[in-house]
Every structure is written in structure tokens, then in C-alpha cells.
């Protein structure tokens, strides 16, 4: 029981810490997600809080990773191509 309610505390807190980040450092940083840049979709912040919305904790964060090793691969791609002319920051920390 106790393990289950720590995993909820968790979910909501990242889900919550998510919200604070799309709603006030994203739009000022100054860039794109690399990986909806290239691909069109979700960026990583959207994908990873629906990923805490929908699985289980452990779930969530070995996606989670795997999204992040993806959107290194995105901005190392976009930057190959210098697209638009811009220097590509990947939002993702190098895991």
C-alpha cells in the first residue's frame, strides 16, 4: 500500500513540476524541442507528462529516458542540417 501511494506522490509531482515548466520557462527559453522540431509531434515536456498520466512509474521514466536519448538524436540531426539557420539547443540532458 505505502508503495503504491509513494508512486502516485511521485507521478503527480512530476506531472505538476511539468505544468510549472510548460507554463513559465518554456515559452521564455528561447527554443524548440529538437525532437518536435524534426518529427512534428509532441515536444519531450508533453509526451513525458502524458507518459506519467497513462503508466505506471517505472514505465514512465525508462520512456521517459528513451524519449530523452531520442531528442539528443534530433537536435544532433538538426544540426547536421542547420536547419533554419539556427543553432539547435537540445531541451534534453544528455542521458
Same mark, same amino acid.
Given at each position: 500500500?505505502?508503495?503504491?501511494?509513494?508512486?502516485?506522490?511521485?507521478?503527480?509531482?512530476?506531472?505538476?513540476?511539468?505544468?510549472?515548466?510548460?507554463?513559465?520557462?518554456?515559452?521564455?527559453?528561447?527554443?524548440?524541442?529538437?525532437?518536435?522540431?524534426?518529427?512534428?509531434? #509532441? %515536444? /519531450?515536456?508533453?509526451?513525458? +507528462?502524458? &507518459?506519467?498520466? *497513462?503508466?505506471?512509474? @517505472?514505465?514512465? $521514466?525508462?520512456?521517459?529516458?528513451?524519449?530523452? #536519448? %531520442? /531528442?539528443?538524436?534530433?537536435? +544532433?540531426? &538538426?544540426?547536421? *542540417?542547420?536547419?533554419? @539557420?539556427?543553432? $539547435?539547443?537540445?531541451?534534453?540532458?544528455?542521458?
Amino acid at each position: 500500500m505505502h508503495s503504491a501511494r509513494l508512486d502516485g506522490i511521485t507521478r503527480q509531482s512530476t506531472i505538476h513540476t511539468i505544468n510549472l515548466y510548460q507554463q513559465h520557462l518554456s515559452p521564455r527559453k528561447g527554443f524548440d524541442c529538437p525532437h518536435r522540431v524534426l518529427y512534428g509531434d #509532441q %515536444s /519531450c515536456s508533453e509526451y513525458v +507528462k502524458q &507518459l506519467f498520466h *497513462q503508466q505506471n512509474l @517505472g514505465s514512465a $521514466v525508462r520512456q521517459s529516458v528513451q524519449r530523452f #536519448q %531520442s /531528442c539528443a538524436l534530433a537536435a +544532433k540531426t &538538426l544540426q547536421l *542540417q542547420n536547419h533554419g @539557420g539556427y543553432i $539547435v539547443i537540445p531541451c534534453c540532458l544528455p542521458i
